[in-house]
């Protein structure tokens, strides 16, 4: 009998061992933990489907930032590894959602981004090309508020794509019909089926303001831009918009043959692009310069504002080029002028893309 109890005491304290493991590996807590994410390679996995595109000649590294959902054995990572920081959840995903649809959003939002720099990359080449000109397949229902006009009417997955009989094909051209209280009759889609209904918008506080709206959170969907070539640009689950500035110098190379803005050089940097050009902050500008360090990078471009944050990311023999990048024609000339006669002309290929296109 006391064997026997002593046997029972022995698998409950394994038991109680492997239930403790197993909820410090996987219990999530209140925070992120955020290090240097890998960098993608686009001389591979940005591809101008032109007669004119050429290879780029050298290569250009998109830096990026993993956040992951900290548990108790994380912790132990932040505290050994410099790299590595906790963020807390407030800061990174908004509290009414969750973290599989924050990061969702994430990537179309690069997906969004990744359309604007290609057709800034491709005007700079000397095709016909509007970054700000952006289409889509209707404005996409997220979300309705509370006490809405919209409440028990549209529900998330419905697809808005006329108002008042004029069609309409993104989230903007659907507020643009909202700006006095006045009826409309919406259009969308739902399950495959049209319907039709009469609303009326309403003035609701936003943003310290009152605002007349129906109460509907919208995104245009499969939004992209009228590119008059297409570009196909592999990222994986990347998300976010910062791999603007280096997507738009990968296409720019490849899309016009006399250029070669690589010149030999494996090229690493960050920024975001508005549809003028203007290049914009990011977030974890010092984890994205150590990475291009650690790879290797000859050059690592950052937003102006951002240029020391980047330099004081790596240590102090790092010899790697830190260059502050207003605008993206700047980044063109700096490259353009900055190249070196004997390694003009080198190619690292041929490249594969490393990662497979996001589900």
Partial sequence: MR????????????LSLI???AGGAYAPLPYFVE????????????????EEAVPVRGD?????????????????RVAVDRSARLRPDDRVVRSDRTDQDHFAGQRRVFAQSAQRAAALGLRQAGFTAD???FIGDGALVTGVLEDSPAEGVLRGGDVIIAMDGIPVATDAEVRAFIDEAEPVVVRFTRGGEAHEVRLTPYELPSEGEERVMLGLHLETLNSRVDLPVPVNVTSGRIGGPSAGLMIALAVYDQSDA???LAAGRRIAGTGTLTGQGAVGRIGGIDLKAMA??????????????QADMARAGLPEDAELEIVPIATFEGAVRYLAESANPDMVGRFL???????????
Avoid: Q
């Fill in 3 to 14: 064997a026997r109890l002593r046997d029972l005491r022995t698998w409950f304290l394994v």
């Fill in 60 to 76: 250009y590294l998109l830096t990026t930032v993993s956040l992951r959902r900290a548990t108790p054995f994380s912790l132990a």
């Fill in 35 to 50: 290090s240097p994410g890998r960098l993608l390679t686009l001389g591979g996995c940005v591809n101008v489907d032109s």
């Fill in 19 to 21: 239930i403790l493991v």
């Fill in 292 to 305: 291009a360090h650690k790879r290797g990078a000859d050059v690592f471009l950052a937003p102006e504002s």
């Fill in 349 to 359: 290929g041929p490249m594969e893309c490393p990662v497979r296109p996001a589900a």
């Fill in 131 to 133: 970054p700000e000109r």
């Fill in 258 to 260: 006399l250029v070669d």
